[in-house]
């Protein structure tokens, strides 16, 4: 059985910092593509960061090129989302989420598994 745990989520001041962390369990990690989805109050959710199973490549939504990073750490199994320079309108709920199946702008909301979310809120 898949899973996808998050951690890394809390409170932080406009400006700070926080990392996000994704343990994938059940299936073999070399070959996984994954990414970071998020979901703020009374919002759709909305891509943020994806990244090849290789590493190679990374993609990022427009609102946090520059301030965000997503790396992947094969022998720990864990997909990462730093996150610098935080605004409050990057308050939302973070969804990890592995096994893209969308197309290949890596923007795309279509991954067969999710994790279950942790909460980031950004203070002003």
């Known amino acids: 059985q898949v899973q996808l745990v998050e951690s890394g989520g809390g409170l932080v001041q406009a400006g700070g910092s926080l990392r996000l962390s994704c343990a994938v369990s059940?299936?073999?990690?070399?070959?996984?593509?994954a990414g970071w989805i998020r979901q703020a109050p009374g919002k759709e959710r909305e891509f943020v960061a994806a990244?090849?199973?290789?590493?190679?490549?990374?993609y990022y939504a427009d609102s946090v090129k520059g301030r965000f990073t997503i790396s992947r750490d094969s022998a720990k199994k864990t997909v990462y989302l730093q996150m610098n320079s935080l605004k409050p309108e990057d308050t939302a709920v973070y969804y990890c989420?592995?096994?893209?199946?969308?197309?290949?702008?890596?923007?795309?909301?279509?991954?067969?598994?999710w994790g279950q979310g942790t909460q980031v809120t950004v203070s002003s």
């Open positions: 989420a592995s096994d893209y199946r969308g197309s290949s702008s890596y923007t795309d909301l279509d991954y067969r598994y």
């Open positions: 990244i090849t199973w290789n590493g190679a490549n990374t």
């Open positions: 059940g299936r073999t990690f070399t070959y996984v593509q």
